[in-house]
């Protein structure tokens, strides 16, 4: 799940051709993942602010600054959003974004499965209900999984690399994004708040203003804009998928949080990774189909 480094790692078991494959295939899914994730956040950020910057352009031309230049400006504006939307489109970086993630988590839990000692396919578990279009990623796992296994089973060794960092991992995640989700929230509430008492404003010196017209515009540019501010921060955090990011990186750390002493026998331990491989593969599925959910284009409203 997410976009984040994970502080496991798959450098493990290098005793194998195959394992060293697995290993190179998963880094370099990890490190394309990254990429597109970088170019994500940057055309959603500037989505966003352009949307910002149209709204309090138009605001300021209809209500304060007759200059030729907001016109000028807005049209540019405009310009460079389109031409931003289209290339994003085309170049369908949210998608690759999440499909490689996608498969470099799915590598991530079958590298580990291996390394325990475990025949199960990732493929088998993961993305069942997802898009058709996601099949190549079920079919890049079924080969993974047909590599030849390693030499020796290390469930032990995958327990401490993968299941501990992992547990971490979604720990830090989980606080994180909590307090993200808390940033945001707080500038939505502090336009509505900006909004509201403009408006109120507004309405109890009415007279008053009459005879301050500047004022009054100013005032009338809070109150139409502060609304749209405030949509803007929560559209932010919705295309994020921080709300659900916060409960799901909070339960499964609270799943992984295992205490190996429990799992003193191997059986055990490898039927443990089984499960935990199965419910990551089912988290990280879940993830995957709520951003594909939230596409990128300009806010509606």
Known sequence: MGGGRRRSSSRSNKGT????????????????AHHYQRQTRVVLRLTLLFAALLALTFELYAEVLHWRALPAGYLLAF????????????????SRYLDYRALAEGLRVQFYWR?????????????????????????????????????????????????????????????????????????????MGTGLAATALLVIFWHRLESLPDSHHWLVVLMGF?????????????????????????????RLDQD????????????????????????????????????IVLPKG
């Open 226 to 254: 502060a609304p749209i501010g405030a949509a803007l921060w929560e559209t932010y955090a919705d295309r994020l998928g921080l709300r659900a990011q916060v409960n799901q990186y909070a339960r499964f750390a609270e």
């Open 115 to 191: 390394l325990a000692g475990l025949t199960d396919s990732a493929s088998s578990s993961y993305l069942r209900k997802q898009l058709d279009e996601l099949r190549w990623i079920r079919e890049a796992l079924r080969a993974a999984a047909a590599l030849p296994p390693p030499r020796t089973e290390h469930p032990e060794l995958a327990l401490q690399r993968w299941v501990g960092g992992q547990a971490a991992y979604y720990a830090d995640r989980a606080h994180s994004q909590r307090e993200r989700l808390h940033l945001f929230e707080r500038a939505s509430r502090l336009f």
């Open 17 to 32: 051709p195959s394992s060293q494959s697995l290993a190179t295939v998963f880094a370099t899914a990890d490190l394309l």
């Open 79 to 94: 310009a460079s959003l389109t031409g931003m939307l289209l290339w994003q489109s085309r170049r369908d970086v949210q």
């Open 260 to 295: 190996p002493s429990r799992y003193e026998r191997r059986h055990a331990l490898r039927a443990l990774l089984r499960e935990l491989g199965r419910e990551a593969l089912m988290e990280n599925g879940d993830w995957v189909l709520l951003l594909r959910e939230r596409p």
